[in-house]
């Protein structure tokens, strides 16, 4: 079990800022104006010193995953102190747990999270981000062609978290959902966007929205 964080569950969600200053200047400015508990970032820094900079002004709580444009520095950022992972389990205040899959996901990936959700017990307080987004959720690229992954989607359909949360997929920003779990694409590349996501504390989302970072 990862770092435990005291946080009161408003969140901002990002992924995909590939390098862009003034993305990292907005989600900056945003996660300090904004009253956030926790900052997070699915992924695609395309530099190492740009994401050790990020998370470095980022002032709340931080997470983040590698994305599949980092991989060439994946194991430099993953293994010091920037808070960046392929995987992570992290308790986010006592009653929330937090998921994190990056590019260089674990091959049982789909058996790992359902032992850590049935171990948890209530779906309904689980968050999952990935850089990859799960089938059919978010994963609408320019041809119309769906490229997600079909065992994202599967965890989904079979342990429904409150929440997933995903990037990569630049021109799919927004919002969807798949029964009682709400999805979010919070690719800010395109977008401009992040999305800032409030938890119930009785369980599930009580609201999504996006947020600006470029004007």
Do not use: C
């Not at 009253?35 to 470095?56: I, K, P, R, S, T």
């Not at 060439?72 to 986010?92: C, K, M, Q, R, W």
Request: proline share 3%.
């Amino acid at each position: 079990m990862a770092n435990i964080f005291s946080v009161s569950l408003r969140i901002l969600i990002t992924s995909d800022f590939h390098a862009d200053e003034q993305l990292k200047r907005g989600a900056i400015r945003e996660a300090e104006d904004g009253d956030y508990d926790l900052f997070v970032n699915l992924g695609d820094y395309m530099d190492q010193e740009y994401a050790e900079d990020l998370f470095d002004s980022i002032d709340i709580p931080a997470l983040g995953t590698v994305g599949n444009r980092d991989l060439h520095f994946s194991g430099e950022l993953t293994e010091g102190d920037t808070p960046v992972y392929n995987f992570l389990e992290a308790d986010i205040d006592e009653e929330y747990l937090m998921i994190l899959i990056g590019a260089e996901y674990p091959e049982d990936i789909k058996d790992q999270v359902g032992e850590i959700m049935e171990e948890h017990g209530d779906s309904s307080k689980v968050l999952i981000g990935s850089h990859y987004p799960p089938k059919k959720l978010g994963d609408r690229v320019h041809s119309g062609d769906r490229v997600g992954f079909e065992e994202f989607r599967k965890i989904i359909l079979k342990y429904k978290p409150a929440l997933w949360a995903s990037g990569h997929i630049h021109e799919d920003f927004g919002r969807d959902s798949l029964f009682d779990t709400e999805f979010v694409n919070a690719a800010s590349k395109e977008s401009g966007k992040g999305s800032s996501v409030v938890l119930n504390d009785e369980g599930g989302i009580g609201s999504v929205q996006e947020v600006a970072f470029v004007e």
